[in-house]
């Protein structure tokens, strides 16, 4: 025989000229070589050899040239040989030299045999090849997601085999010589893999993959910007992703909830999220993220979604990943992906019922850390005492000469007073009306009361919520349609309080061909609530020796009591019962809470619409257009009626009650108060999408798109009605000249000042304000028209460089063009650095991605505007006709602009070791400038102080993110995940000008160089001592030069210095008051059916007040009165209560001493806490319910939320919820504690 070139990789043999090689020379030198190639290895050394190989398509040669580069390995073969090889793509790392050459061979029709260091490569008999052939075909087919949408680069396999190809960019693949009985293994990063089998099918059709999911934790899964999706490997933004899985591990009411500690850099510090640290003075704007749902912005809150319609929520941190959102961003964007939408490769419908119950633990009393009944009767008789040493006067004298009647008011109305219970009987034993034993028998059965037990008792019940939740599920190939249905019943811990919900939605997607698809949806909400009034919700309402009931349950009834804010200032007291007792035109002043709560009830109604489309158009060659759109309406009802019988209407009308009568100005009936908002919004977004591989080298994605918004606000607030019958539906009109100027004249009790000109009884306001009069509407219009464009290029999956720019226009700006088309733009890259050669030997390196990005977002304040702003209002007091006239509400600001925020970030994303660890590491800083502040303007323009684009604030900070699921086998599933967030903040321009201490440490004035929130304290000195009575138990607060607020005459009088005496300099800076640092530890474990996980939470490195005596407070209700300093009780640090200073000293001043008291070093303590927030434990029930049933899975969950908190501030103090407010009253009021929570779950799948 002839034979033809014989090639060795590396070299060639060619026969000689002339004619052919002999055949005993060819086997000579072979067998040399061959023995030769034998000597130079060992040969099992050899097989031991590791290879790593990455060919798409490739020639079996070009496979041949890679293994020698790999390997001392030569191939002998004969060229006629390779050309009939089918073409090899292998995916390969770390693999045994034969294991990798069966892998090579298998489906091939040649075969290979290992001589010593030669692989000698030859073609099968012919029959053998002749069965393959028969046996092989052509297949083709589509590759989607779950929502439809095309596949591309997705890996399809022959299994067995190295037959493979990659589907395109429309998700279309075609696979050559496939065997008819083959199975097909079609896999790609980050989805699952999957198996189809070929069955002598040419025609695959439509195959769907799932995202990859390992243990609940994602892997590696598509980031969702709401614009476009994107692969994590080609994502250069920092985001977190928070799926299905983990917000089915625990319960969870609210998406608040659900954020906290499972995004990092997310702070939800007393129940507000925070991306990444404040970045807006303005309380307009506020802090709260954007949101989109379903890819589109919505008006909505985080918390009136459904969690059980939630499939994913992606936080999206940087500028890189939020400015395509424009000035809507800087506060970072929260993207809700709800359920369905979903594809399958076969017709499926589930059926889902969820019913959860919450039961709240209600405050004990002993948590209001409120005095005793007998101590604030001691307290408040030692305050009569004193009040009349501070007269000069006796008690009996002080006590008869306060108490007003009809007649004796002198110049204003307000001078009739009140008179509590103890003050009558005090002065009724005083003047020898009831003896010593009845005066001592009635303080000792009031000892033994305690209304703000009673009411707890009577009032109060158990908060139960309940919730129930149905969902269908319903999908296939060309279409998936999700509806839910959820009621809501949440019991209130006032049991003449309700509220409820209930929440409907559908999301259907339709896929009608290849090039087009659509999605609708609509989501409709309804709250029904039904209020008290605050008033009556206060447990100091009454003194609290009221009884509410007798012993045998039946009421008892205050002849009339005192509170404030429901007369408008006036009271009542026996002198007044007494003149008008058997007067017609009067109503009882009778009182009894359990009648007052039921007459007075506020009912809400707030009703909620969503509805989207969204239609997409594949228009090929990468090439996808979509149209979308959504409208959202909701509206707001409220009623507040104060029946006939309320005491707040019976108040009314005998506030206005005259002489005659016959001549009633408020009409017998009751009042209702009526209020409706309405709001709708409107986006329309067109978007043109590519996306599109060049080879295997390069991947290049686009967006561009046009977007419309709109939104609407109106406002007819106050539509009041007198004489109101709930039954027949009539009212009374009233205007307030009549009451003012007839009504208030003619008052019985309030206006028999006689000889007063006119001027001064027009100065005396009884009259009923306008605002409770007429109607006020407003309206807001704000429309927004944004052009964006993202793109983004992918050189060999290894390197990654992302663009965006958007400009927005808003009726919002400015009219200056330097300021009204200013960009908002990004860009960032990304390296995924274990792709690399040289990783490849860091086989336990499974991700180490680089990403690095610099942008610019922005904000924009809804409540200030380029153009003067006027309200119209009407004055009906001094004239019969209303008279309008108009006020100015806003200046004009035509250099207004959006507040715009530079943000730099640097990070990494790692797995390693197969998965086992994970996480992230990012740092980053923003910069936020033009922020709106005041400032001080020239008096020629009008104003003092106009907001405008004055300040700027930067925040820095890293995040941290470990997850490990470190132990697993059959039976055990154990996995951590560590969340850990640092943010500070730095104000870097305002044009405030703090120039009294009570600018920093009350009304939170901005300074240079300072956090937002920091905190200032007065320098606390401790307590005089060493003096006389009066002289020690006074608080020293001290200026920095060391002179103090009180000083002592030579006589020994105290005397007090007004706050407006210390300067911001007197202060010392404690801190920031917001947490520098958040973080949290997940802890899930799985054995067989269990499930058991819980979260711990840490805020620290701020600051806080804790609560403190308010020693001003006549009242006495504190407990720390019986804590403080005292005669006999000289060894206290607290200080003394008003009993115990001199009866001259000025009201104002120690008003002001105590708030200095307050806010002082002293009671200024770390806010640092670990707070487990929640642990729950979960039960798989076994599959042993009847097939008929056809439930699929049934789980049961236990829950307790919020048992146990450490607290750096000390055992007794939630520092969680504990008051930062400016008022005095809040901070030294103890907040109760965090309420503990237990849930019970059941989840049944049909």
């Keep these: 025989m002839k034979l033809k070139d014989i090639s060795v990789v590396g070299w060639k043999l060619a026969p000689p000229i002339g004619g052919a090689l002999p055949k005993t020379k060819l086997a000579m030198k072979l067998t040399a070589v061959f023995l030769l190639s034998g000597t130079l290895l060992?040969?099992?050394?050899?097989?031991?050899?590791?290879?790593?190989?990455?060919?798409?398509?490739?020639?079996?040669?070009?496979?041949?040239?890679?293994?020698?580069?790999?390997?001392?390995?030569?191939?002998?073969?004969?060229?006629?040989?390779?050309?009939?090889?089918?073409?090899?793509?292998?995916?390969?790392?770390?693999?045994?030299?034969?294991?990798?050459l069966d892998e090579c061979f298998r489906g091939q029709p040649m075969s290979y045999s290992i001589i010593g260091n030669t692989v000698v490569v030859k073609l099968k008999p012919k029959a053998e090849q002749r069965n393959a052939i028969i046996q092989e075909m052509v297949v083709s087919g589509r590759t989607v997601n779950t929502k439809g949408e095309p596949l591309s680069g997705i890996t399809i396999l022959e299994k067995g085999t190295r037959n493979a190809t990659a589907s395109d960019d429309n998700g279309h693949f075609t696979l050559k010589k496939v065997k008819v009985d083959a199975t097909l293994l079609f896999s790609s990063v980050g989805m699952l893999s999957k198996e189809v089998g070929v069955n002598n099918n040419q025609n695959m059709g439509t195959i769907t993959l799932e995202p990859k999911v390992i243990l609940g934790e994602e892997i590696i899964i598509e980031v969702n910007t709401g614009y476009q999706t994107l692969s994590r490997e080609r994502s250069t933004g920092a985001y977190d992703i928070i799926d299905k899985s983990k917000i089915e591990k625990r319960i969870f009411t609210n998406v608040t909830e659900i954020l906290e500690g499972q995004a990092a850099g997310v702070s939800a510090y007393k129940g507000a999220p925070v991306v990444r640290g404040i970045s807006t003075f303005s309380s307009n704007i506020g802090n709260d993220p954007l949101l989109v749902i379903d890819g589109l912005p919505t008006e909505r809150n985080l918390d009136d979604i459904n969690v059980t319609d939630i499939e994913t929520i992606t936080v999206l941190k940087d500028a890189a990943a939020s400015s395509i959102y424009g000035v809507r961003a800087a506060n970072g964007v929260v993207v809700i992906t709800t359920k369905g939408g979903n594809l399958t490769d076969q017709n499926k419908t589930a059926v889902q019922f969820t019913s959860d119950w919450r039961r709240i633990e209600n405050p004990s009393l002993a948590d209001y850390h409120y005095a005793s009944t007998k101590g604030i009767i001691d307290y408040q008789l030692a305050t009569y005492?004193?009040?009349?040493?501070?007269?000069?006067?006796?008690?009996?004298?002080?006590?008869?000469?306060?108490?007003?009647?009809?007649?004796?008011?002198?110049?204003?109305?307000?001078?009739?007073?009140?008179?509590?219970?103890?003050?009558?009987?005090?002065?009724?034993?005083?003047?020898?009306?009831?003896?010593?034993k009845d005066y001592d028998n009635a303080l000792s059965e009031w000892a033994k009361n305690d209304y703000r037990q009673e009411y707890m008792d009577l009032a109060w019940q158990t908060p139960f919520r309940q919730s129930y939740n149905l969902s269908i599920n319903s999908s296939g190939k060309s279409q998936s349609t999700f509806a839910s249905l959820n009621y809501i019943k949440d019991g209130q811990q006032n049991r003449f309080e309700k509220n409820q919900y209930i929440k409907g939605y559908i999301k259907s997607t339709q896929v009608l061909n290849e090039w087009f698809s659509f999605d609708i949806g609509s989501d409709i909400q309804y709250n029904g609530r039904q209020n008290i009034s605050s008033v009556y919700g206060n447990l100091n309402l009454l003194e609290p020796y009221t009884a509410i009931l007798d012993e045998n349950g039946d009421k008892i009834y205050r002849d009339y009591v005192d509170i404030i804010g429901m007369q408008g200032g006036l009271h009542v007291n026996p002198k007044i019962l007494s003149a008008i007792n058997g007067q017609p035109q009067f109503e009882s002043y009778r009182f009894n809470i359990l009648d007052e709560l039921k007459d007075n009830q506020t009912n809400q109604n707030n009703y909620t619409i969503r509805s989207f489309a969204r239609l997409n158009f594949n228009l090929g060659k990468?090439?996808?257009?979509?149209?979308?759109?959504?409208?959202?309406?909701?509206?707001?009802?409220?009623?507040?009626?104060?029946?006939?019988?309320?005491?707040?209407?019976?108040?009314?009308?005998?506030?206005?009650?005259?002489?005659?009568?016959?001549?009633?100005?408020?009409?017998?009936?009751?009042?209702?108060?009526?209020?409706?908002?309405?709001?709708?919004?409107?986006?329309?977004?067109?978007?043109?999408?590519?996306?599109?591989?060049?080879?295997?080298?390069?991947?290049?994605?686009?967006?561009?798109?046009?977007?419309?918004?709109?939104?609407?606000?109106?406002?007819?607030?106050?539509?009041?009605?007198?004489?109101?019958?709930?039954?027949?539906?009539?009212?009374?009109?009233?205007?307030?000249?009549?009451?003012?100027?007839?009504?208030?004249?003619n008052s019985y009790i309030y206006n028999n000042a006689t000889g007063l000109p006119d001027a001064v009884l027009d100065g005396n306001n009884i009259k009923i304000a306008d605002s409770d009069m007429y109607p006020s509407l407003s309206a807001v219009k704000n429309r927004y028209v944004g052009l964006y464009a993202v793109s983004g290029y992918t050189y060999k999956g290894k390197y990654s460089a992302t663009g965006s720019v958007r400009v927005d226009q808003t009726n919002l700006f400015g009219t200056d063009p330097k300021y009204r088309y200013r960009s908002l733009w990004s860009a960032g890259l990304k390296w995924n650095i274990a792709k690399e050669g040289f990783m490849h030997a860091l086989n336990w390196v499974d991700i180490l991605d680089f990403r690095a990005s610099y942008g610019l977002t922005g904000n924009v304040d809804q409540t200030t505007t380029p153009f003067l702003v006027a309200s119209l209002s009407n004055q009906s007091s001094y004239t019969a006709q209303s008279i309008p006239y108009a006020s100015i509400s806003s200046a004009p600001n035509p250099m207004l602009r959006w507040e715009k925020t530079t943000s730099y970030n640097v990070g990494f994303d790692y797995s390693l070791l197969k998965g086992k660890l994970s996480g992230k590491l990012d740092l980053y800083y923003k910069?936020?400038?033009?922020?709106?502040?005041?400032?001080?303007?020239?008096?020629?323009?009008?104003?003092?102080?106009?907001?405008?684009?004055?300040?700027?604030?930067?925040?820095?900070?890293?995040?941290?993110?470990?997850?490990?699921?470190?132990?697993?086998?059959?039976?055990?599933?154990?996995?951590?995940?560590?969340?850990?967030?640092?943010?500070?903040?730095?104000?870097?321009?305002?044009?405030?000008?703090?120039?009294?201490?009570?600018?920093?440490?009350?009304?939170?004035?901005?300074?240079?160089?300072?956090?937002?929130?920091?905190?200032?304290?007065?320098?606390?000195?401790?307590?005089?001592?060493?003096?006389?009575?009066?002289?020690?138990?006074?608080?020293?607060?001290?200026?920095?030069?060391?002179?103090?607020m009180h000083h002592f005459q030579e006589d020994g009088t105290l005397l007090l210095d007004g706050s407006s005496s210390m300067s911001p300099q007197d202060l010392t800076y404690m801190g920031t008051k917001t947490p520098l640092v958040n973080a949290s530890l997940i802890q899930n474990i799985r054995y067989k059916n269990f499930e058991l996980s819980a979260m711990f939470l840490y805020y620290g490195g701020h600051k806080m007040y804790r609560p403190s005596f308010a020693f001003n407070s006549t009242d006495g209700n504190e407990d720390w009165v019986a804590k403080s300093w005292t005669p006999e009780n000289t060894s206290s640090t607290v200080p003394k209560a008003p009993i115990y200073y001199e009866p001259n000293i000025s009201v104002v001043n120690l008003g002001s001493l105590a708030g200095m008291y307050i806010r002082s070093t002293e009671n200024v303590v770390k806010g640092d806490f670990i707070r487990l927030r929640n642990i729950s434990l979960s039960y798989h029930l076994p599959q042993v319910f009847p097939h008929s049933l056809k439930i699929e899975r049934v789980k049961i969950t236990g829950q307790i939320n919020n048992p146990w908190i450490w607290s750096a501030a000390g055992k007794s103090i939630d520092a969680e919820i504990q008051s930062s407010a400016?008022?005095?009253?809040?901070?030294?009021?103890?907040?109760?504690p965090t309420a503990k929570s237990y849930f019970i779950r059941l989840d049944i799948i049909f």
């Design 42 to 100: 060992v040969h099992a050394n050899a097989f031991s050899q590791k290879v790593s190989l990455h060919q798409k398509n490739s020639s079996l040669k070009t496979v041949f040239d890679a293994l020698k580069k790999q390997t001392k390995y030569q191939f002998f073969y004969e060229p006629e040989v390779l050309n009939k090889a089918i073409p090899i793509s292998l995916h390969i790392k770390d693999s045994e030299f034969k294991e990798v």
């Design 622 to 745: 990468g090439f996808r257009f979509s149209t979308s759109g959504e409208y959202e309406f909701g509206k707001a009802n409220m009623e507040e009626f104060r029946s006939r019988d309320s005491y707040f209407y019976r108040f009314l009308r005998n506030k206005f009650a005259t002489k005659d009568p016959a001549n009633s100005i408020i009409p017998i009936g009751g009042r209702m108060q009526m209020e409706e908002t309405s709001r709708n919004s409107w986006v329309w977004r067109n978007q043109l999408d590519y996306n599109r591989s060049f080879g295997n080298d390069h991947q290049v994605t686009a967006t561009g798109g046009l977007e419309l918004r709109e939104i609407n606000i109106n406002i007819p607030t106050n539509a009041l009605y007198y004489g109101y019958d709930p039954i027949a539906l009539t009212y009374t009109q009233l205007n307030n000249y009549d009451i003012y100027h007839v009504g208030y004249r």
């Design 927 to 1044: 910069n936020s400038e033009d922020l709106l502040g005041s400032k001080e303007v020239h008096f020629t323009s009008g104003y003092t102080t106009q907001r405008v684009n004055s300040g700027a604030m930067r925040n820095t900070g890293f995040e941290i993110t470990v997850g490990s699921p470190w132990f697993k086998n059959k039976e055990w599933v154990v996995s951590s995940t560590l969340l850990f967030a640092y943010n500070k903040n730095k104000i870097t321009k305002t044009y405030y000008n703090p120039t009294q201490a009570s600018h920093l440490a009350i009304s939170g004035y901005l300074v240079n160089g300072m956090p937002y929130d920091a905190l200032y304290a007065y320098r606390y000195g401790g307590i005089t001592s060493g003096g006389t009575e009066y002289q020690n138990g006074v608080p020293i607060i001290e200026r920095a030069d060391g002179t103090t």
């Design 385 to 436: 005492k004193r009040n009349a040493d501070k007269a000069n006067q006796s008690e009996l004298d002080y006590l008869t000469n306060n108490l007003k009647g009809i007649g004796q008011a002198g110049s204003t109305s307000n001078s009739i007073n009140y008179y509590s219970p103890l003050q009558m009987t005090r002065l009724q034993y005083l003047n020898a009306e009831i003896s010593k």
């Design 1222 to 1232: 400016s008022n005095t009253a809040s901070l030294s009021n103890w907040a109760l």
